[in-house]
Each structure stands twice: as structure tokens, then as C-alpha cells.
């Protein structure tokens, strides 16, 4: 489990493709603080297993099923990564759960300054979409975000300061493609009440809903 809070932004060392799958090797300094074989970092929102580590890198591999899902797949020689280690027992909770099994894929429509903030606004498919709502929690690239407005194809966070700093947000262009992980939340609900044998796919977990189903 992770939170959310990027620790560093690393950089892509190396990348060592086969057909479908990858090993990746990446630059850091802070994340390699007490590091061991078979621990995980979250990289852009995606949790992968350290295989190997020395000086100032570490590589991990990136599955078939990992590649076709993340942005992973488009990473180059040079490019900064979100980086987080796991989540402690004891340690503070300062963003949200994050699993790093990312739900798919949203692309940059947009940015767009506001006084000491940028906003920046995402489309994605429906699939992700059922899943977000105002003011829940949402992971871009593993950083996370308080959602400010969601509609049927785009939504919208605020990035402060800090979090321009401490990412790679605001370093990316118009058109790139980001790592989503919706709250956990919706989707433990919507598996409880068998959402996806009941419900289109475009409809989503409202007050009716609830309400139907004894909850509310």
C-alpha cells in the first residue's frame, strides 16, 4: 500500500525491452534509503518489485499485463518518474490509500493557472470515469489528488505549489498520457452489490442506487 505522497522524482536509466514485456532501471537516491530485494516502489502510480539495487539506481521488471496497462510502455531513456516507497505500519496517512494496480489510462486535455494553482483537467473512458467523484480521491501518475469537478468524459484537480515541486504534473504536455487508480472504495461497493451484473457500465453508484439496494 502507498499514500499517495511522492518522496522523489527519479529518472529513467535504462530500458531493456522483450516482446511484451520490460526491465526498467531507474535513478533515485531517497527511496533506495534502507531498501531491500522484493520491495516495492510505487513508479508513476504502478507498484513494482525491486530486483535488483546498487549506488544510485534500481531496476524492476514490468510485466505483459503491467506494460499494456500504464503508461510504462511510452517511458524513455532520460524521463522522470513519481517514486514512493510502501506504506509503514505506523507511518501517517497524509493522502489517501494507493494500491498501484492503476485502473487504466487518462490523457492531459488540459492546463490551466488559477492565482497560485494550476488546474488541470484529464479525459478518461467511462470505465474510469463511473468511478470518480467530487471531492473523493483520485492517484495521477501515483500522486494523490482531491478531485474538483468530474463530468461524462473529463475531471479536474488542482495542483498547489508543493506538489508542482514534488512531482512531475506540471512537467508534462498537453496530449500526455497518465496513470489513474480510482479510490478503492467504489469498487469494493459496486463488487459488494454486483454493480456490474446489474447496472449498464455508464450508470453510476448514486442515491437511487442505494436506495434500491437497502443502503440508504
Known sequence: MFTGLVEEIGIVESISKS????????????VLEGVKLGDSICTNGVCLTVTSF???KF?????????????????QIGEEVNLER???VGDRL????????IDGMGTISSYE????AVWITISAS???LKYIVQK???????VSLTVAYVDDNVFKVSIIPHTKDMTTLLRKKVGAVVNLECDVLGKYVEKFLGGKEQAPVDKGIDFNFLSEHGFA
Open 19 to 30: 516482446t511484451k514485456s520490460a526491465r526498467i532501471a531507474i535513478k533515485a537516491s531517497t
Open 54 to 56: 546498487g549506488g544510485n
Open 86 to 88: 510502501a506504506l509503514r
Open 113 to 116: 493557472k488559477e492565482d497560485n
Open 94 to 101: 497524509g493522502g489517501h490509500i494507493v494500491t498501484g494496480h
Open 136 to 142: 473523493g480521491s483520485i492517484a495521477i501518475d501515483g
Open 59 to 75: 531496476t524492476v521488471d514490468a510485466m505483459a499485463e503491467t506494460m499494456r496497462r500504464s503508461n510504462l510502455s511510452n517511458f
Open 126 to 128: 467511462k470505465e474510469i
